[in-house]
């Protein structure tokens, strides 16, 4: 598969079963810009918009972590020792610290990943987060996607994959779908002489992280990357980390330069795993899917309008197709909303956005917004 100059993705290649030929509103020869992300529609004259485009949960990072990191800036004269850190991950997940790498988010670990593995033939399960084939082509692979399909609720085959696969990367829940896949389904793709990449950057806002697969030891070549920058609101501090074997732990640690995360992440994360957080985080995960529910159910009052809301969605955000969906987002746009366009993404078009949970308050004034952009004003 071709990459442009820019980053961009050229023509597509397709794995076989839900994977062979083009998806559901998928353009032949479609160019996706893999570099886009939610935070665009945010910056320069979108700052001051009411921020639905970006995974991150409103009100974080709260004032006790926000402590945490203020006191450990009084350390930063010594280098960062991440010591204390890995072994509360460690600690969290049930697993010894050989199985776990700390890293400046989970897209450090994709680079990491594409640039360390001795991979012939990487898979990308799509639609999902686009970054991972980005890092990929940027280490020079040739990439090969399977598409799930909207027809399909953009749910798993394995027996999409193709079999000489290598290296295969899918999200749980996934981005953009919100489509939480059953562990065990996941788990099938896993063979000798795979690499498994599971994306479990928002697992922590699923209710009692039901379908994880982080502290599975028993599958063959499994890789888990988590991210605590959605549920904590961290992320311009950039943490993750990845839990996999502690083969596979080294030769990515031996792609890392030296002292790869800050003392104030590290402090963070130490704080994210105390017994408090971890309820913290439980009670947020619920309130996220509350709050989804509301906003589910505003959307649906648009059927008519041709609104369609992928479901179930398990995700602390949903995507939707409508007619029109270019035209729209730019009239929320004007209207003081910002949500995430859809046809960045492989597997989706034009007609596809991407709306965050928000508050009740929040979705309420969204969806009158909603209203007037469908009807053209």
């Not at 035209?327 to 746009?333: D, Q």
């Not at 917004?369 to 469908?374: G, I, R």
Request: proline content about 7%; charged content about 25%; overall charge negative.
């Amino acid at each position: 598969m071709r990459t442009d100059s820019d980053g961009r993705d050229g023509p597509d290649r397709f794995g076989h079963g839900h994977g062979r030929g083009h998806a559901h509103g998928q353009v032949p020869g479609q160019v996706h810009d893999l570099r886009h992300h939610g935070d665009a529609e945010v910056r320069d004259d979108g700052s001051a918009l009411v921020d639905l485009a970006v995974n991150v949960r409103a009100g974080t990072p709260p004032d006790w972590l926000l402590g945490h990191v203020a006191a450990s800036l009084g350390g930063l004269a010594a280098y960062p020792d991440g010591r204390a850190a890995r072994a509360a991950v460690a600690a969290r997940h049930g697993l010894p610290v050989e199985r776990v790498l700390l890293t400046a988010g989970a897209a450090e670990a994709f680079v990491l990943l594409a640039r360390s593995l001795k991979v012939r033939h990487p898979v990308v399960v799509h639609p999902q987060f686009t970054e991972p084939e980005a890092a990929l082509r940027d280490a020079g692979h040739t990439v090969n996607r399977v598409l799930l399909r909207p027809e399909d609720g953009f749910r798993l085959d394995p027996s999409a994959v193709p079999e000489d696969a290598d290296l295969v990367v899918i999200g749980n829940p996934t981005n953009p779908t919100s489509v939480l896949h059953p562990a065990g389904l996941i788990a099938e793709l896993a063979c000798p002489g795979r690499t498994l990449v599971v994306d479990e950057a928002f697992m922590d806002a699923v209710p009692d992280e039901r379908e994880a697969l982080a502290e599975r030891t028993d599958v063959p070549g499994l890789v888990v990357l988590r991210s605590l920058t959605k549920t904590w609101g961290l992320a311009g501090l950039r943490i993750g980390y990845v839990l996999a074997a502690p083969e596979t732990i080294s030769e990515l640690e031996r792609g890392q330069p030296l002292w790869p995360v800050s003392t104030p992440a590290l402090a963070a994360a130490e704080a994210c795993m105390t017994p408090e957080a971890l309820a913290e985080q439980a009670r947020a995960a619920r309130r996220v899917a509350t709050d989804r529910a509301h906003l589910v159910a505003g959307l649906r009052e648009f059927a008519s309008d041709g609104v369609r809301v992928a479901e179930p969605a398990e995700g602390p955000f949903v995507l939707v197709s409508l007619p029109g969906a270019v035209a729209v987002r730019e009239r929320l746009r004007r209207l003081g909303f910002a949500v995430r366009r859809g046809d960045t993404f492989p597997g989706l078009d034009g007609t596809w956005l991407r709306l965050a949970v928000r508050d009740r308050p929040t979705v309420n004034r969204f969806l009158q917004a909603l209203d007037v952009s469908l009807t053209g004003g």
